[in-house]
């Protein structure tokens, strides 16, 4: 069965700290992994990860995929109360179905 | 066009009853998913479309669950005899094509009392 695991489950942080957040997969028939951030509605798209060792960058938020080790990080630095929301890690599969990790709540306190 | 569209936005009610929720995607996008999100968990894949052959379903739609997408544009989810358990938010997606990014909708918060 498809599993996909994000850590930390929650994180507390003051404005203009540095965040990583973790996702690890295993899902059958890999094809791309997605990150999304979701507020209060519905997910936004953040990253489309297929390469393993390429980092994708936007602004002040960059991810990288490890298709050896199954597993990808989402950092943000110089963090902003905007930030505040849930992280989703979603592998997809051959079929573009997307399997989704159980999220990181993200807190960005002033 | 701006984004994939769902109606109603909440629904509530009584255990027992149908409800039917809709699904505008995005423009000539022919991948439309539907996934199912309760409190504290990320969404749950449901079933996917492919113009308006259903290509897959997860065996959590159980047989009260029935999707449709007659013209490859539009879709519907129809609940049968409501459950309290059937009770989230129901999440629709389109993608352009396999291997691209999935956009979604604002969801339909369902309640069932």
């Known amino acids: 069965e498809d599993k996909v695991v994000q850590s930390p489950l929650s994180l507390v942080v003051h404005e203009g700290d540095t965040v990583t957040l973790n996702c690890s997969y295993e899902?059958?028939?890999?094809?791309?992994l997605l990150w999304y951030k979701q507020e209060k509605k519905a997910p936004t798209f953040l990253f489309m990860l297929?390469?393993?060792?390429i980092e994708k960058k936007s602004g002040r938020l960059s991810s990288i995929l490890d298709k050896k080790e199954l597993f990808s990080i989402l950092n943000i630095t110089a963090t902003q109360t905007g930030d505040s929301a849930i992280y989703l890690c979603?592998?997809?599969?051959?079929?573009?179905?997307?399997?989704f990790g159980g999220g990181t709540r993200l807190m960005v306190k002033p | 066009d701006t984004g994939v569209s769902q109606n109603p936005r909440h629904k509530i009610t009584k255990r027992g009853q149908n409800v039917t929720f809709r699904c505008d995607p995005i423009?000539?996008?022919?991948?439309l998913y539907w996934y199912r999100q309760t409190l504290g968990q990320g969404p749950e894949f449901l079933t996917y479309?492919?113009?308006?052959?259903?290509?897959?379903k997860s065996r959590l739609l159980s047989d009260r669950f029935s999707a449709e997408r007659p013209k490859g544009s539009f879709s519907t989810l129809e609940i049968q005899r409501t459950e309290q358990g059937d009770s989230a938010m129901y999440l629709c997606?389109?993608?352009?094509?396999?291997?691209?990014?999935?956009?979604f909708g604002q969801g339909t918060r369902l309640t069932v009392v």
């Open positions: 423009s000539e996008h022919n991948r």
């Open positions: 297929t390469s393993s060792g």
């Open positions: 997606a389109s993608s352009p094509r396999v291997g691209a990014e999935a956009f």
């Open positions: 479309f492919q113009n308006e052959a259903q290509l897959e």
């Open positions: 979603a592998p997809s599969n051959a079929g573009n179905m997307l399997t």
């Open positions: 899902v059958t028939n890999f094809r791309s």
